[in-house]
């Protein structure tokens, strides 16, 4: 073992202790991980999401740095007062330099606020609002999850040039998923395609088999499930017995659904991400070393951001000589992300990171060969004119 | 032909779902109603041994490859045996006191199963299939119906008027309502109370874990499926009438139907439909549409 992962591994240990904890380097580099570690949006951040920057801080070559890197880490609970306040204490106590966060995005904008006005570096890696990079963007805030917008447009626009043009939309009815369910309309319309429907279902709806039967007698070629979490899983678990189930398509889904769902209820699911953990020679490579780590648990699109991220901020630190703010963060914009686990990446100057999209077909289990085998890449989605610009964004930074 | 902008035959498969959800409701109410008319006891671990019911049919497929039938045997027995061991533990001591101090234990028993359940197993669902005699589903015209959710309607139908049968018109029933409701008289004719009151609590909790099981298949287990429903039925057991069996399996089935018709006709009020009508019958009938006149 070596002395970094050493001290990652004390970090780890104490990570929730309040008292000032000294370490053998003089101001080392602290990136904190705050994310909800056992609540509903655990499996896809969590705690893989800490393994993620635990295993970039190994991969980094810290003699660029000058001093040592520690990983610390809290839950938020889901809770924007926890989340703020808990962001708070580990910058006043810890001097934390980054915080990468995941969980409610309620919780992370409000982190966002906090760090910005204490001049600390945010790194977005599981929060999927537009807000981020948006009306509450921060002048040291770095988007690298990819929006509501981009998972609705990436795979509605898409299906509909492939020719299912006729959409059912089975929304959840709040904020979230009405935005979701009208970024993906517009592009299913965009493209030239139609809404047959639309059902609005409460938050947390244990049958959805009326909505289901709603979409079914339709007739439309997709049904889109612009929800979350377990509604999601609700109605893919119940679809199959209507008769739609190789219709669906959801606009929110990362691969641990899939693998708690099992491909024999979740099979042939269209669904879009930023990443899949065998889409490259890299990718590959570092998905089986993380799952050598966690028994097996696919890294899911948010932890492969954390681990981008990461990686990206410890260059921008050893570039730019500095641990300031301002400094690191025109040195982030102005690098070139290349830790290969994103493609063609690069950074606006809202902080939103921009890179190629898949769009991917949940696997039948004939089709699997294994247990970490569950998505196949239908097509690739070029991210240069795909994302929001960032004078379009609303981030007031932008001028 | 068309009612509410919508067809028919449209309606009718909606309706069908309807009664399918009422058969669930049906049936924890009826454990409720049976629970609290005998023994005085507001259950609010009824929801958490529902989950338990769900977990359990996991547990014997995951770890011993349990079949369906062979869980839908065993599992309301687990189900019986842990309400057993609560009431004789803990219920009991309360016996005599205001009803709100079970509701608080028994709330609190919840609360624990729940958090226990997902330490151990997560908030994310556990996969559950429906038995593979019962997977697929039939075309009636009208609509798909799945052969599971016919097969679900049919065993609550079952199971909630044979419980009916049981406590209104057999020796045990009456011997069961004589107990509870003059338990000093019914020990002088030598019948052991404390067994019998074991024995309710403990049937009550199995009705729960029937439930449960049929839930595995089609909605998500997960540690907090019940208390997602738990409040849904208690306002179901209120309107029929708190105690009241026949009043907790017809509300049961009524307010399935009417939700079902909510979700067709404005599918937003559809998780408030059976508080408003809650609050109606509370206002012209306070004891509920079956309870004897306080």
Same mark, same amino acid.
């Given at each position: 073992m070596s002395t970094l992962s050493k001290l990652t591994s004390v970090a780890f240990a104490t990570c929730l202790a309040t008292s000032q904890t000294v370490f053998a380097a003089e101001d080392p580099v602290k990136i904190l991980v705050l994310d909800d570690m056992r609540g509903i949006f655990s499996g896809n951040g969590g705690p893989n999401t800490l393994l993620a920057v635990q295993m970039a801080v190994e991969d980094f070559d810290t003699s660029s740095l000058g001093t040592t890197v520690e990983v610390l880490s809290?839950?938020?609970?889901?809770?924007?007062?926890?989340?703020?306040?808990?962001?708070?204490?580990?910058?006043?106590?810890?001097?934390?330099?980054?915080?990468?966060?995941?969980?409610?995005?309620?919780?992370?904008?409000?982190? $966002?606020?906090?760090?910005?006005?204490?001049?600390?570096?945010?790194?977005?890696?599981?929060?999927?609002?537009?807000?981020?990079?948006?009306?509450?963007?921060?002048?040291?805030?770095?988007?690298?999850?990819p929006t509501t917008r981009e998972l609705a447009r990436g795979v509605a626009g898409t299906l509909v040039d492939q020719g299912l043009k006729d959409w059912y939309f089975i929304t959840a009815d709040y904020v979230f998923g009405r935005a979701l369910s009208t970024d993906a309309a517009d592009a299913v319309v965009d493209a030239g395609g139609g809404m047959k429907g639309e059902t609005l279902h409460p938050l947390n709806t244990n049958d959805m088999a009326s909505a289901l039967l709603a979409a079914q007698a339709s007739g439309a070629d997709v049904v889109g499930l612009a929800n979350a979490g377990s509604d999601t899983e609700t109605a893919i678990k119940q679809a199959r017995s209507f008769g739609v189930g190789d219709k669906l398509a959801a606009l929110l889904f990362f691969s641990n659904n899939a693998q708690a769902l099992t491909l024999d209820v979740a099979q042939g699911i269209r669904v879009s991400t930023s990443f899949y953990w065998n889409m490259n020679d890299t990718t590959t490579a570092w998905a089986e070393r993380f799952m050598e780590r966690n028994g097996g648990q696919v890294p899911t699109m948010g932890h492969a951001n954390a681990y981008a991220a990461t990686t990206h901020y410890l260059k921008s630190v050893a570039a730019a000589k500095s641990q300031d703010a301002a400094e690191v963060t025109a040195m982030m914009h102005s690098l070139p992300v290349d830790a290969g686990i994103l493609e063609n990446a690069s950074i606006q100057e809202n902080g939103r990171v921009v890179y190629d999209m898949l769009l991917a077909e949940v696997k039948a289990p004939s089709e699997s060969t294994g247990p970490t085998d569950l998505y196949k890449i239908l097509s690739r989605i070029d991210g240069s004119d795909f994302f929001l610009s960032a004078a379009e964004s609303g981030c007031p930074l932008v001028n | 032909?068309?009612?509410?902008?919508?067809?028919?035959?449209?309606?009718?498969?909606?309706?069908?779902?309807?009664?399918?959800?009422?058969?669930?409701?049906?049936?924890?109410?009826?454990?409720?109603?049976?629970?609290?008319?005998?023994?005085? !006891?507001?259950?609010?671990?009824?929801?958490?041994?529902?989950?338990?019911?769900?977990?359990?049919?996991?547990?014997?497929?995951?770890?011993?490859?349990?079949?369906?039938?062979?869980?839908?045997?065993?599992?309301?027995?687990?189900?019986?045996?842990?309400?057993?061991?609560?009431?004789?533990?803990?219920?009991?001591?309360?016996?005599?006191?205001?009803?709100?101090?079970?509701?608080?234990?028994?709330?609190?028993?919840?609360?624990?199963?729940?958090?226990?359940? $997902?330490?151990?197993?997560?908030?994310?669902?556990?996969?559950?299939?429906?038995?593979?005699?019962?997977?697929?589903? +039939?075309?009636?015209?009208?609509?798909?119906?799945?052969?599971?959710?016919?097969?679900?309607?049919?065993?609550? /139908?079952?199971?909630?008027?044979?419980?009916?049968? /049981?406590? =209104?018109?057999?020796? !045990?029933?009456?011997?069961?309502?004589?107990?509870? =409701?003059?338990?000093? /008289?019914?020990?002088?004719?030598?019948?052991?109370?404390?067994?019998?009151?074991?024995?309710?609590?403990?049937?009550?909790?199995?009705?729960?874990?029937?439930?449960?099981?049929?839930?595995?298949?089609?909605? $998500?287990?997960?540690?907090?499926?019940?208390?997602?429903?738990?409040?849904?039925?208690?306002?179901?057991?209120?309107?029929?009438?708190?105690?009241? !069996?026949?009043?907790?399996?017809?509300?049961?089935?009524?307010?399935?139907?009417?939700?079902?018709?909510?979700?067709?006709?404005? +599918?937003?009020?559809?998780?408030?439909?059976?508080?408003?009508?809650?609050?109606?019958?509370?206002?012209f009938r306070p004891a509920g549409l079956f309870g004897k006149d306080a």
């Open positions: 809290a839950d938020h609970q889901n809770k924007a007062d926890v989340g703020s306040s808990l962001a708070q204490r580990f910058i006043d106590e810890q001097g934390v330099d980054a915080i990468t966060f995941g969980g409610s995005s309620a919780v992370g904008l409000a982190v $966002q606020g906090r760090a910005a006005e204490s001049k600390v570096i945010t790194m977005t890696t599981g929060g999927y609002a537009p807000n981020f990079v948006g009306d509450q963007c921060s002048p040291y805030g770095t988007q690298w999850a | 032909m068309e009612i509410f902008g919508i067809s028919v035959p449209a309606l009718a498969g909606q309706l069908l779902i309807g009664l399918f959800n009422g058969a669930f409701y049906a049936l924890l109410s009826l454990g409720l109603a049976v629970i609290f008319g005998m023994l005085r !006891i507001i259950n609010f671990a009824h929801g958490a041994f529902y989950m338990l019911g769900a977990f359990s049919a996991y547990m014997l497929s995951a770890y011993l490859e349990a079949s369906f039938w062979v869980s839908l045997l065993i599992v309301p027995l687990i189900l019986a045996a842990l309400a057993a061991v609560l009431e004789r533990s803990m219920l009991q001591r309360l016996a005599g006191l205001d009803p709100l101090y079970g509701l608080l234990l028994t709330f609190g028993f919840a609360l624990i199963l729940e958090g226990g359940m $997902q330490y151990v197993f997560g908030v994310a669902g556990q996969p559950y299939s429906p038995p593979a005699s019962l997977s697929g589903a +039939s075309n009636l015209g009208f609509m798909f119906m799945p052969h599971y959710r016919a097969f679900v309607i049919v065993v609550s /139908l079952i199971v909630c008027f044979g419980t009916w049968l /049981l406590i =209104e018109r057999t020796k !045990i029933g009456s011997i069961l309502r004589a107990a509870t =409701e003059n338990p000093s /008289l019914s020990e002088v004719f030598g019948l052991n109370v404390p067994v019998l009151i074991t024995a309710t609590y403990a049937f009550g909790a199995a009705l729960a874990g029937i439930a449960g099981i049929m839930a595995a298949p089609v909605f $998500q287990v997960s540690p907090y499926m019940g208390s997602n429903l738990i409040i849904v039925v208690f306002a179901v057991v209120v309107i029929g009438g708190m105690g009241s !069996i026949m009043g907790a399996i017809i509300s049961g089935f009524a307010l399935g139907l009417v939700e079902g018709l909510t979700k067709v006709i404005y +599918s937003e009020a559809s998780n408030v439909v059976v508080f408003v009508i809650m609050a109606i019958v509370l206002y």
